[in-house]
């Protein structure tokens, strides 16, 4: 079964962890949905802008009267049948609105900013699930090979044994105990096996890829864990990094937006002062001594004007509004503080995990050099025959614990590390 998860054939793409990344971040279909709205954030940023340029609109009509009517001309009663045209065109701009249109271009700035830092930590936790998946793959990586060794290595006994009990050395129990011990190292490496293909489906997932692509990863290469100096930082930089935080800044845009939002419905309080224009002419083919050009001419009208409106009284509306918007801001400052306190919480979890994650790996190294001494010793014992077959099972089951923490425990300590320095602002790099 692994070597049908490992094999490299047609369709399939290795991938290093900065192509899963990129790729994540192209495919993702919840950064797709990001950027729309990012998109549709700014679109109304620029129709709040629009809002202060003047409304220029025209109209043209044409009528067809029959009967008793009134002449456009003269503005008398007659009776007959009559075409006429008239146009007109109409502007109007605000003078005054409250500071209503300024007010509501902040917020949707506010709202800009706020999908931009919602982006940024959609790509964040994209970015942390990815490096989660690729350090469990590789994980189960090099336990499957540490398994398949270990199968190997039963195998190798049990024929050894064979030998043995031909012989008369030993007894048939002592065969079926290793026979026993066999099937349980193939039946976790089967289980290893299957973690394995559950952990690529959920990078496939992640990755949003086809049905058909077959993915495999590049396993990463550290020489030595010397190489990761990890350094847990001071509560002033702890405090920085959260602050820097675009989840936080997300929440914190949110509450400015909702403050200018205030002001926006509070403008509507507040008079209105509105400069109108307006151009027109007609034209009708009851005047038979003037053309269409020259009736148009002569019956151009313009004028200009300004409109004062004034709230009076509007059922409160605008009062309990007011106070909604207010209380939803009070909310937002709330949301802002109960994210601020999350990722504190997530920042100083991921330096408590880096630190045991340090001494995990340092007592895992220990154990696992002393067991495997161990182990090695009582196979020597057991071939030559001072040591039962019990014996040398309890040690390989010390050494098979010994090496699975300490892949573990590498593991463990190369993700953790990297989250501390990415809360920090540092590109995630395994």
């Known amino acids: 079964m692994l070597l049908l998860i490992v ?20 495919q993702n279909l919840l950064m797709k949905r990001a950027l729309l709205d990012l998109e549709a954030s700014t679109v109304r940023l620029k129709t709040q802008k ?54 509501a271009i902040k917020a949707a700035k506010q709202e800009v900013e706020q999908n931009t830092d919602q982006l940024q930590a959609l790509k ?10 690729y350090i469990r793959i590789n994980y189960l990586l090099e336990l499957i090979k540490s398994r398949q060794q270990q199968v190997e290595s039963s195998a190798d006994l049990v024929r050894l044994t064979r030998l043995k009990l031909k ?45 058909l692509d077959e993915i495999l990863i590049k396993p990463l290469t550290y020489n030595s864990l010397a190489e990761i100096d ?26 400015a937006r909702l403050y200018h939002q205030i002001a926006v419905i509070r403008a509507d309080k507040y008079p209105s002062l509105q400069l109108t224009g307006s151009l027109g002419s007609n034209y009708s083919n009851t005047n038979e001594v003037f053309d269409f050009r020259r009736q148009f001419n002569n019956n151009m009208y313009y004028g200009t004007g300004l409109a004062l409106t004034i ?19 009070q909310q937002s400052l709330l949301d802002s503080d109960i994210e601020r306190n999350r990722l504190t919480k997530v920042v100083q979890q991921a330096i408590a995990d880096a630190q045991a994650a340090n001494q ?71």
């Not at 220029?56 to 009528?63: C, D, E, I, V």
């Not at 002449?71 to 005054?96: C, H, M, Q, W």
């Not at 405090?239 to 914190?252: G, R």
């Open 7 to 26: 094999r490299q054939g047609k369709g399939q793409q290795v991938l290093p962890y900065e192509d899963c990344v990129k790729r994540a971040l192209q």
């Open 50 to 103: 629009a809002d202060m340029l003047p409304r220029l609109n025209g109209s043209l009509r044409n009528n067809n009267s029959v009967g008793r009517s009134v002449d456009p001309l003269t503005n008398e009663f007659i009776n007959r049948k009559f075409n006429s045209v008239s146009g007109s065109a109409g502007s109007s701009v605000y003078l005054f609105q409250g500071f209503k249109t300024a007010n």
């Open 124 to 133: 964040n936790d994209i970015t942390v699930d990815v490096a989660l998946v």
């Open 167 to 211: 012989a008369g050395r030993v007894s048939e129990s002592a065969l079926y105990k290793l026979l026993s011990q066999q099937a349980t190292e193939q039946l976790n490496l089967v289980n290893s096996q299957n973690e394995l293909s559950l952990a690529y489906l959920d990078l496939r997932q992640i990755l949003n890829a086809p049905p």
């Open 230 to 255: 990890f350094q847990a930082p001071i509560i002033e930089e702890v405090i920085t990094a959260v602050e820097a935080q675009p989840a936080l800044m997300a929440k914190q845009h949110n509450a």
């Open 311 to 329: 709230p009076l009284f509007n059922s409160f509306r605008y009062n309990l509004l007011i106070r909604e918007s207010r209380l939803r801001y």
């Open 360 to 430: 995990s790996w340092n007592a895992a190294r220990k154990a696992e050099e002393f067991a495997r001494k161990g182990y090695e010793a009582d196979l020597l014992k057991y071939r030559y025959g001072t040591i039962s077959v019990f014996e040398l099972n309890q040690a390989k089951t010390t050494y098979v614990n010994a090496q699975t923490d300490l892949f573990r425990a590498k593991y463990e300590l190369i993700l953790r590390s990297k989250l501390v320095g990415f809360y920090q602002g540092r590109p995630l790099v395994l």
